[in-house]
């Protein structure tokens, strides 16, 4: 049903990631910068081009759209949700993508990083895409693969539809999210507004990966008060906030519970940001693992290391808080089998091997399942995200699109 289809996915994508969306973990606004509304007010004008007539971004920056189903079976409301931020962690200003026509196998060089590499040795998926157009940036940005190829993925599916309408689906929800990247994706969404039974977000990896198991995730937040003093007079007055915080980081660790030590199931605690003055130091954590009993666990233990830290310099004190962030989705999707069976079923159906794994992340998914809105999440090709190495095949976006498609008529063909 697509040999003749002409895929407008990288178009709208190489249009999206040169739009500026990078969010602010530091800001305390919603959306984090008004900048992702550039791209979220885009995408609502051309869901109503395209035929979505109530499609609309509300004041937070959230795009809601619906597709009328076209079947007189009674079918669960299906999401596809993506979202339109990229991550702090490489600039997203000025983003200059570059099409690489029909691969074949090299190492790609950056025309304005000429000491940037992405080489096959480091890049395995690179050598499968063999014939593909291959998209990267310049070298001096990410690329904001993650997550507009997955909006792009969702823009070409529903473009689809509505040119194809004897495809027969439900009624289908288009939901585009800000401040997915620090943790706020779903802070302000309108679920009522929404109307949605079920759910999928797009934005995950190679072709026919396939998630519905997240880490679960809390914050931690320590604040250190020491006692200040004049320098030249600071024998047995002074105690420096920061280097109390300095003994704390240097008590992590070092072969097990961080990041560079861990994988698969294995959870973690990482020190994401710190700061301070001689009075006052701050440190934040985040702490993850896929077992909730865990992750208490591993907060009580860098609980414990501060407060030993701390008593080995009196007159110190410490402010030690846990917030949670999210949930691993597993719990909630479970409940529903049939969710990820549609989506094995729509995979395998454009030709593909499931491949169903967790994420040693989080999605907007894993806190929406906890909001009413089951929802797991499916492949868009990003790849090395959150870098400036970040890539894309074209092809792998157009089987994401085909994978959209099939999964809303298995819905409809099963009610």
């Known amino acids: 049903m697509f040999n003749h289809y002409p895929y407008t996915v990288a178009e709208r994508f190489l249009r999206y990631v040169q739009v500026d969306t990078q969010s602010d ?3 305390t606004t919603f959306p984090s910068t008004a900048k992702q509304k550039d791209l979220l007010q885009i995408l609502a004008n051309e869901l109503k081009a395209i035929g979505l007539a109530d499609a609309e971004m509300d004041e937070w920056g959230y795009v809601y759209a ?13 999401c596809f949700c993506a979202h339109a931020d ?3 962690d490489c600039s997203g200003t000025n983003v200059k993508p570059q099409v690489h026509h029909n691969y074949q196998g090299q190492d790609i060089a950056y025309p304005n990083n000429p000491d940037l590499m992405l080489k096959t040795a480091e890049s395995p998926h690179l050598l499968a895409k063999i014939g593909h157009d291959i998209i990267t940036t310049d070298g001096t940005t990410l690329l904001g693969s993650d997550d507009k190829s997955g909006v792009a993925c969702i823009m070409d599916a529903i473009h689809f539809l509505v040119n194809n309408p004897h495809i027969k689906h439900g ?3 288009v939901l585009f999210t800000p401040d997915e990247e620090v943790g706020r994706g ?4 309108n679920m009522k507004k929404l109307g949605a039974d079920f759910g999928y977000t797009l934005d995950s990896g190679d072709t026919g990966w396939f998630e519905d198991e997240t880490f679960s995730a809390d914050g931690a937040k320590v604040v250190i008060h020491g006692i200040s003093a004049h320098p030249g007079y600071a024998k047995d007055r002074m105690i420096n906030a920061m280097r109390v915080a300095g003994h704390i980081i240097a008590r992590l660790p070092l072969n097990r519970l961080s990041p560079e030590s861990t994988d698969g199931k294995e959870g973690f605690v990482h020190l994401v940001r710190m700061g301070g003055v ?12 896929f077992d909730n009993e865990l992750l208490a666990k591993h907060g009580e233990e860098l609980r414990q290391i501060c407060e030993e830290v701390i008593n080995e310099f009196p007159g110190a004190t410490m402010e030690f ?18 969710v990820s069976e549609y989506a094995r079923q729509a995979i395998e159906r454009v030709g593909l091997t499931v491949t169903q794994k967790p994420i040693r992340g989080g999605t907007d998914g894993s806190r929406l399942s906890y909001m009413g809105l089951p929802c797991p999440n499916l492949f868009a090709g990003e790849q090395e995200i959150h870098s400036l ?15 959209i498609v099939h999964l809303s008529q298995i819905w409809e063909e099963n009610a």
């Open 25 to 27: 973990p530091l800001s």
């Open 66 to 78: 619906t597709l009328p189903a076209n079947t007189d079976k009674n079918v669960p409301v299906i």
């Open 86 to 88: 990229t991550a702090p």
């Open 171 to 173: 009624t289908i929800k």
């Open 186 to 189: 779903v802070e302000q969404i």
């Open 278 to 289: 001689l009075e006052r130091a701050e440190l934040d954590f985040i702490v993850r693992d």
């Open 321 to 338: 808080s846990i917030s949670e962030q999210y949930r691993n989705m597993k719990n909630v999707l479970d409940n529903f089998p049939q």
């Open 389 to 403: 190495k970040e890539w894309v095949s074209v092809q792998d976006m157009q089987l994401a699109v085909q994978t």
